[in-house]
């Protein structure tokens, strides 16, 4: 059978799959265009979260309450031998923190009690307290982990140590450094669990300024921007506590 030529110009130019895909790029960029311009005209969240769209911090809420129904407080942050703990332990961050505050030989930590009673404590008390060592893989949300060991009291321990139990039914714990510029908001769960510590000192020497003298939190189940540095006030409260990464966008959250 003898071919019929078809003429150069008669060829379609795109084939029919072609078409179909270009339309659709058509379509889709136009659609995902279009929700974006619906997200951007969202309302802000609000409150203490605030900063960024509604829908989005909707879904920050979803993650978090799947977090919380699987999240198992027993369950532990690998740990690691003291071999393997960095020497050089980055710093990252010092929002809030004062060289003055850490020198001071007056220094206390002030715990609001839910009665609306304050206490203030003492380094030297907390360092009485049973102690505590962990030492884990420290991650931060910017992208690097590091094996870093710390040491300090449990904050379980330290909360019975206080008769604090009360307040320990609380749903949430607060803290902020003394200027109150860094603040954290943790779930009563997390801040219970048997790693999360209020630490005085890094590779078994007294914490510097850096990384949060006098006293800070290190709380392997979360990022590392739960971890307040140089902590002034402790409180509680059924609502979440101000947090200040959360409100610029970051999540409440932060489980690992
Ligand atoms: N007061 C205070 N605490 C802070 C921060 C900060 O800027 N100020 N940065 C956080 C972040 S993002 C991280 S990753 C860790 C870093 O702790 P490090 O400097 O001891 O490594 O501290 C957290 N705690
Ligand atoms: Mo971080």
Request: glycine share 8%.
């Amino acid at each position: 059978m003898k071919k019929t030529e078809i003429p150069e110009s008669d060829l379609p130019k795109y084939s029919r799959r072609t078409w179909i895909a270009m339309i659709q790029l058509v379509l889709y960029s136009g659609l995902g265009y279009a929700g974006w311009r619906w997200l951007r005209k969202q309302p802000p969240d609000g409150g203490i979260l605030g900063g960024i769209p509604e829908p989005l911090r909707k879904g920050l809420e979803a993650n978090e309450n799947l977090f919380t129904r699987y999240y198992d407080q027993h369950r532990l942050v690998k740990e690691y031998p003291q071999s393997k703990a960095a020497r050089d332990v980055r710093v990252n961050g010092n929002i809030g923190q004062d060289a003055s505050f850490a020198t001071e030989p007056s220094w206390s930590l002030t715990v609001q009690k839910t009665n609306s009673e304050i206490l203030d404590i003492k380094l030297a008390e907390i360092q009485r307290l049973p102690k505590t060592e962990v030492i884990f893989n420290f991650k931060c949300i910017e992208g690097w982990s590091q094996i870093s060991w710390w040491g300090g009291v449990r904050l379980s321990d330290f909360l019975k140590a206080f008769s604090l139990e009360k307040e320990s039914t609380f749903k949430y714990i607060g803290m902020s450094t003394p200027d109150t510029e860094y603040t954290v908001g943790i779930d009563m769960l997390s801040a219970l669990h048997p790693q999360t510590i209020l630490a005085y000192e890094m590779n078994r020497q007294p914490l510097v300024l850096e990384h949060g003298a006098p006293l800070r939190l290190i709380i392997p189940v979360k990022y590392g921007y739960k971890s307040l540095k140089q902590i002034g006030t402790i409180y509680f409260d059924n609502e979440k506590p101000a947090d200040y990464w959360a409100v610029r966008g970051y999540d409440y959250y932060a489980g690992l």
